[in-house]
């Protein structure tokens, strides 16, 4: 059963999390509408080849040549009508905010007179992207304060003013929008998981548990605070190799020491380090700016709730399996780690591998001088870091 769980940490998830916000503003002079969409959501997008470098961004050369393709489906999937008459916006430019993380589209509607009655219809990502994908609605100066509602595969239309009766679509909260987002990104982040998976191998009872959990929560809300609010940030092509080398030091170390290993030691440091992976999926997502305290609470919390949906029942059926299954899943851990650690490692693995290689090659040659000795080290170290480089 522990194998199974491992083996589902490494299911491949086909979409991440997803989530555009879109603001209505309502005026005398006109209807504006501001669109944030999510750079991994449009690169979902079949048909679109929009990230060619890999890097999980995007940037203004790499969406010019596909913009008047992208523009047509952005602007045909929205049905919008202001009292009586039919909108289509017209995006006429864009901008790469957010470090390349998000797309900005802006469209405005002139208008004689406030309108009273917006009514949204939007079919965006939901069949032929991500099924996944929620949009989250703000709209201002129809009511005394600004109304928010969530569009989803299951709910794509609104009419606002929003009715708050219970007959009628009723205002959402940012707290439980951003709580589900948290839930569903521990629970879909096979790394995350497995490093509380490695750590069981060093907690002997519930005292333990509790104990590591709890300094790994306090750890990763700190940093994920920190990163979030733009106050301290640390490089993604540093945290993801980290936190797979995390795994496999865990595990090393709670497999030599065994239930002595003071669990909640490497829970707090490492932690540190984890909390900006759930701050890079957070920007990722986006973050209202006049919400930013109740989305980030909500979407920690979220993060807490899936971490003890998971870690719980994997302590019972840690406690109740045999050491042959303990011993196949603390394998296939370090193989699944090593794995994502190669693939996230960047230059880290060439220059390790350099140094490792100077190391070891300084090592097996000796002292002794002979002819060629300075010019075949100098072949052999570059060979390692030409061997890291076709990982």
């Not at 489906?73 to 017209?90: G, I, K, N, Q, V």
């Not at 490497?266 to 890079?280: D, K, N, Q, V």
């Amino acid at each position: 059963m522990l194998t199974g769980i491992c083996l589902a940490l490494l299911a491949h998830f086909s979409h991440p999390l997803s989530l555009s916000r879109l603001a209505l503003t309502a005026e005398e002079t006109g209807l504006t509408l501001t669109w944030h969409v999510q750079a991994l959501t449009l690169m979902e997008l079949p048909n679109f080849t929009l990230d060619l470098n890999h890097d999980e961004s995007l940037s203004q050369a790499e969406v010019l040549p596909h913009w008047q393709k992208l523009r047509l489906y952005l602007e045909s999937r929205f049905f919008l009508r202001a009292d009586d008459m039919d909108w289509t916006p017209t995006f006429d430019t864009f901008e790469i905010t957010e470090g390349g993380k998000e797309l900005l589209v802006r469209a405005t509607l002139p208008w004689g007179q406030l309108p009273e009655v917006l009514a949204l219809t939007t079919d965006h990502f939901f069949a032929d992207g991500n099924p996944s994908h929620r949009m989250h609605v703000r709209v201002t100066g129809l009511t005394p304060e600004p109304q928010l509602y969530l569009l989803s595969q299951d709910i794509r239309s609104a009419i606002f003013p929003l009715e708050n009766s219970s007959g009628g679509a009723e205002p959402h909260s940012i707290f439980p929008t951003y709580l589900q987002l948290g839930f569903e990104h521990v629970l879909l982040g096979w790394d995350h998981l497995a490093f509380l998976l490695a750590l069981l191998f060093g907690i002997a009872g519930g005292k333990a548990l509790f104990g590591a959990v709890t300094a790994f929560t306090l750890a990763h809300s700190i940093t994920l605070s920190l990163a979030a609010l733009q106050i301290f940030l640390l490089p993604r092509s540093l945290v993801e190799p980290i936190i797979a080398a995390s795994i496999l030091l865990v595990l090393w170390w709670h497999l030599y020491k065994g239930t002595n290993a003071k669990a909640w030691k490497p829970a707090f440091g490492f932690g540190l380090i984890h909390g900006f992976g759930f701050a890079g999926a957070l920007q990722g997502i986006g973050m209202p700016k006049d919400a930013l305290t109740s989305s980030l609470l909500g979407f920690n919390v979220g993060v807490e709730a899936g971490q003890l949906a998971f870690v719980l029942p994997a302590f019972f059926l840690f406690r109740v399996s045999g050491k042959a299954v303990r011993s196949a899943a603390a394998l296939f851990l370090a193989a699944a780690a090593f794995h994502f650690m190669i693939q996230t490692a960047g230059w880290w693995l060439p220059v390790t591998l350099t140094i490792l290689g100077y190391l070891c090659f300084r090592r097996l040659l000796g002292s002794r001088p002979y002819p060629m000795k300075g010019t075949l080290q100098s072949w052999l170290i570059l060979g390692c870091y030409w061997v890291g480089t076709q990982f």
